[in-house]
């Protein structure tokens, strides 16, 4: 059975568990995906978009950009590899920071709605 998410995520925003985050994080940047090709890639994009064409320097400066951002390899084998782990990692990061957000602006909230002492 799953452990209840709401508790797991819970216990990540928990201070303390600054070095578990780190060891997730170290496991999920042995996540990548498959190499696919340039070519590959825009071909799917040219489905996508249609007659629009997009040119191989676009799509290659795109892929710089994203490799500068550790979000792509560029495996021995050529093309193009999703660090998925590292994607994931972000993603959790910006998750913990909303809720931070969500719950100092829910503490707000609450602080507006009591009624005030004259």
Same mark, same amino acid.
């Given at each position: 059975?799953?452990?209840?998410?709401?508790?797991?995520?819970?216990?990540?925003?928990?201070?303390?568990? @600054?070095?578990?985050?780190?060891?997730?994080?170290?496991?999920?940047?042995?996540?990548?995906?498959?190499?696919?090709?340039?070519?590959?890639?825009?071909?799917?994009?040219?489905?996508?978009?249609?007659?629009?064409?997009?040119?191989?320097?676009?799509?290659?400066?795109?892929?710089?950009?994203?490799?500068?951002?550790?979000?792509?390899?560029?495996?021995?084998?050529?093309?193009?590899?999703?660090?998925?782990?590292?994607?994931?990692?972000?993603?959790?990061?910006?998750?913990?920071?909303?809720?931070?957000?969500?719950?100092?602006?829910?503490?707000?909230?609450?602080?507006?709605?009591?009624? @005030?002492?004259?």
């Amino acid at each position: 059975m799953w452990p209840d998410m709401d508790v797991a995520f819970s216990k990540l925003m928990n201070p303390r568990m @600054r070095v578990g985050i780190t060891v997730l994080q170290t496991l999920l940047t042995q996540l990548h995906g498959p190499p696919v090709p340039p070519k590959e890639v825009r071909d799917q994009l040219r489905e996508m978009f249609g007659e629009t064409r997009i040119s191989k320097q676009s799509i290659t400066n795109a892929a710089r950009r994203l490799y500068e951002l550790h979000l792509l390899e560029r495996p021995q084998e050529g093309g193009y590899s999703v660090r998925y782990g590292y994607l994931i990692a972000i993603l959790v990061g910006a998750m913990m920071d909303l809720v931070k957000r969500v719950e100092s602006l829910e503490d707000e909230i609450e602080s507006l709605r009591r009624p @005030r002492q004259p």
